[in-house]
């Protein structure tokens, strides 16, 4: 089955700095979504770009998605202690089923004070 | 968003028992999931909750592990079945919202001995 790759599969930067995580996929998709999983707790959503987008803002966060390279990232700004966790970007597609997600390996992201 | 929970948070069980898992939604949704994250993993599929018919099972889950319930538009569970070791994971329910995001509960921690 489809699943993205994510890369790196860890992270670990100063607060203050900004964060990139990559995530990549292999089939046309209908929507990529990010989310955010603090010590195995549930997700929390983040955001939903949809496969005719290329870019969304939200607050600190800012998604792009390059439908030719298959392939989205995450950018966390000015990034804080509290945003230590894992983040998994998750696609559904025609081949996979609407809403049915596949998520990706995940970014364990360590933001030390 | 929708506002979820699940019951019970977590739990531990002994092998061959089973145990069933409640996910209630605060406001009526027409798609729901179940999903599982084994141990430092990601999340998989496990089946499309469908209310008023069986529920739709992926590959390599099958109804007599899984059993799942969707009396109506806001609850549904999921059994785990003669359970086994393997099967400890953490549990997720999702719906999606209006706008398409999928949204999830705060997941059941299960541990079997």
């Known amino acids: 089955s489809q699943q993205g790759e994510e890369d790196p599969q860890a992270l670990s930067i100063q607060e203050g700095e900004n964060a990139t995580m990559n995530c990549s996929y292999k089939?046309?998709?209908?929507?990529l979504q990010w989310y955010r999983q603090n010590s195995g707790r549930g997700l929390v959503h983040l955001i939903l770009i949809r496969s005719n987008e290329r870019e969304k803002h939200s607050g600190r966060l800012r998604v792009t998605l390059d439908t030719s390279k298959k392939s989205s990232s995450l950018l966390i700004t000015a990034s804080r202690a509290a945003d230590t966790a894992s983040y998994f970007c998750a696609t559904d597609s025609l081949y996979t089923g609407f809403q049915k997600l596949v998520f990706g390996t995940g970014t364990r992201l360590l933001v030390s004070p | 968003s929708a506002v979820i929970s699940q019951k019970p948070s977590r739990d531990i069980c002994q092998r061959g028992t089973s145990l069933t898992i409640q996910c209630q939604v605060d406001?009526?949704?027409?798609?729901m999931f179940w999903y599982r994250q084994q141990p430092g993993q990601s999340l998989t599929l496990i089946a499309t909750?469908?209310?008023?018919?069986?529920?739709?099972?992926e590959s390599g889950f099958v109804i007599d592990k899984f059993p799942i319930s969707r009396p109506n538009l806001t609850f549904s569970t999921l059994t785990v079945s003669n359970m086994s070791p393997e099967d400890s994971s953490i549990y997720l329910c999702?719906?999606?919202?209006?706008?398409?995001?999928?949204?999830f509960g705060p997941g059941t921690r299960l541990t079997v001995l």
């Open positions: 406001s009526q949704v027409t798609m």
């Open positions: 089939t046309s998709i209908n929507n």
């Open positions: 909750a469908n209310q008023g018919s069986e529920a739709t099972y």
């Open positions: 999702s719906v999606v919202g209006l706008a398409g995001e999928q949204f």
